[in-house]
């Protein structure tokens, strides 16, 4: 079990280059190929006081996992959840499960994630370029003082900071945008 600590930054599409460029020289990195990322979500009919939250995607790795995230208590600026994962085979059974777990809604979305392979791992900081329906966000993920330090590395501290999961992020925007399906799909 481990306490995912993260932000999102949207990005301006003509600007993709240039984060890409200042990621790697800032941090020693070189960006993978892009990974074309399915995530199903399950949720209780109204999830506005939902607190635990499954999903299944497929991994950089090959693999499939099962992830639930778990709302921590306290407020913050930061998007901090508890992190159990492990690996499953059988995609579609573990959804058909789902609704008998209590959680009878599924939102699928996809992105096309860039992640970066570090090369010096004393930084303790990952960095997630996604590609989405919505539009391109960098996610940065390591403790709230590295998060910090790498905005500022980075020159992004006048950019909006994003606290929420990308299906609160897509119910703003389907809103904003006159969208009425629940799934954020290419």
């Known amino acids: 079990m481990s306490i995912e600590t993260e932000i999102k930054l949207p990005i301006d599409k ?65 998007f901090k959840r508890i992190e159990l994962e492990t690996n499953i085979t059988d995609t579609e059974s573990v959804i058909q499960m789902m609704p008998f777990f209590g959680f009878p809604r599924k939102i699928s979305w996809e992105k096309k994630r860039h992640s970066f392979l570090m090369y010096d791992v004393g930084d303790g900081v990952c960095f997630f370029l996604d590609e989405t329906p919505m539009g391109w966000f960098l996610e940065i993920e390591a403790e709230e003082g590295k998060i910090e330090e790498a905005i500022i590395r980075l020159e992004l501290q006048d950019v909006k900071r994003i606290n929420k999961a990308y299906l609160g992020l897509w119910d703003e925007y389907k809103k904003e945008n006159g969208i009425s399906g629940e799934n954020m799909l290419f």
């Open 14 to 78: 003509s600007l993709v280059k240039d984060i890409i460029a200042k990621i790697e020289k800032e941090f020693n990195c070189k960006k993978n190929e892009p990974l074309h990322q399915i995530t199903h979500q399950f949720f209780f009919e109204d999830y506005s006081q939902q607190n635990v939250f499954p999903r299944i995607r497929n991994e950089e790795d090959g693999r499939v996992t099962l992830t639930v995230k778990v709302k921590l208590g306290d407020k913050s600026d930061f």
